[in-house]
């Protein structure tokens, strides 16, 4: 191996496609899974350059000639380069998080920051805001230890904190939708960050632009850019726009891993357009309609003679929760989805939204939905509709000529959504 990362376990990395976007070079993920296998590995050191990550931050110090002071400050290494055979330490996720920061224009002076866990990216970030001047580092867990002057999350929100950061796993995929913190009782927020990438934006993140916090981030920006300062390390040189190249590979990620979902009025070419438009993205295409009847078994006019639209719409909401967790899909969405609030929250935690806009002249009359019953059932589902599609949507993509006419027209659109 040359260049590569090392830790127990690497399944969902993305390190790989950040260094190989970045560089050109081969990238391999080596999985050790125990410490002796780490620890033989360190000792072979046939590597030119590797990334370390959990849990082997801390043990790789031992194997360093030289270890750079920040580093052995915060008590953690995740980039070792090889020197003629010996090993030389350096910690770029400080770096990474100082990038996230700065490029979301997070002022740290003078202000009480709340660092939630307390394990290895807790020291990282804590230096990153005493460096840019935090007045007050407070470190919340959920077993806080008051020797420590650690606090709990209810103290937590009466601590006056004006910057939060979480460090722990908490929201992170499979398990989304958890969150300890009540950001909505915290009404002096600046800035919420999240380490966690995945997803896109984790209840934590969720909550805090719903409480109007001016900044709620991921750490997927983090990622890259410990990732680009990493190659720096490892080739010996700086890159003449390392932000430029960092805002570059977030993008295309993001432009890989999320999902994208078309929402719009019945019969208004979701599924069709959907379809096209996934085998252009080298996206999954998934028909939520199809999910749903996959999952009852009845078709949806049965459903809806069975149930009545609140049946159908808690199946609805149950297989988009599922499916809207998941990545790197094309979902096509019932015209209703804009009904239920959380099913827009759970599409925006991992994706964005296409709305798809056919004239209302060209809608179809009846053909297995319920709702789409008569002219007038869709003039007057449509003129109540339309504002919610308007408000959920990303972008609005037409729909009155051809279908690759729409398929281009969404491909525009995503360039423009991902170009930052
Ligand atoms: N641009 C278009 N040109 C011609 N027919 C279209 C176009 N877009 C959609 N359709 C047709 O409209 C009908 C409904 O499309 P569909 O994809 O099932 O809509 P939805 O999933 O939004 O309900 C289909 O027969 C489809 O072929
Ligand atoms: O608009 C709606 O309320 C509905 C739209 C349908 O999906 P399409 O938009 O794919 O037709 C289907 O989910 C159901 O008949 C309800
Ligand atoms: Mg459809």
Known sequence: MEYGLIGSKLGHSYSKIIHEMLCGYRYDLCPLPTEEEARAFLIRRQFKAINVTIPYKRLVMEYCTYIDPRAKAIGAV???????????????????FAHLCDAHGVDFAGRTVLILGTGGTHNTTSAVARDKGAARV????????????????????????????????????????????????MPGLEAVLDVVYNPDKTELILRAEEAGVPVAVGGLEMLVAQAVYAAESFLSRKFDD?????????????????????????????????????????????DLDE??????????????????????????SAQTVRFAKEGRQLLSCGGGIIKRGGNLRALHQNGVLLFLDRPLDALTVGGGRPLSSSTEALKKMEAERRPLYLAAADAVIPNSGTVEDAVAAAMEALDEIFSH
């Open 78 to 96: 995740n980039t070792v380069v090889n020197k003629n055979g010996l090993l030389y330490g350096y910690n770029t996720d400080h770096l990474g």
């Open 242 to 286: 390392a932000a430029g190249e960092i805002g570059r590979i977030t993008a295309a990620l993001r432009r890989d891993m999320l999902n994208v979902a078309l929402i719009g009025m019945p019969s208004s070419g979701k599924s069709t357009v959907g379809r096209a438009l996934a085998e252009k993205l080298g996206k999954k295409f998934i």
């Open 291 to 316: 999910e749903i009847v996959k999952a009852d078994g009845r078709s949806i006019p049965d459903i809806f003679a069975a149930e009545g639209e609140d049946g159908f719409r808690a199946k609805e």
């Open 138 to 185: 407070l470190t919340v867990s959920r077993t806080p230890d008051a020797a420590k002057g650690q606090l709990s999350y209810e103290e937590a929100v009466a601590s006056g904190a004006q910057i939060v950061i979480n460090t722990t796993p908490a929201g992170m995929y499979p398990n989304v939708g958890v969150c300890s913190l009540d950001v909505a009782k």
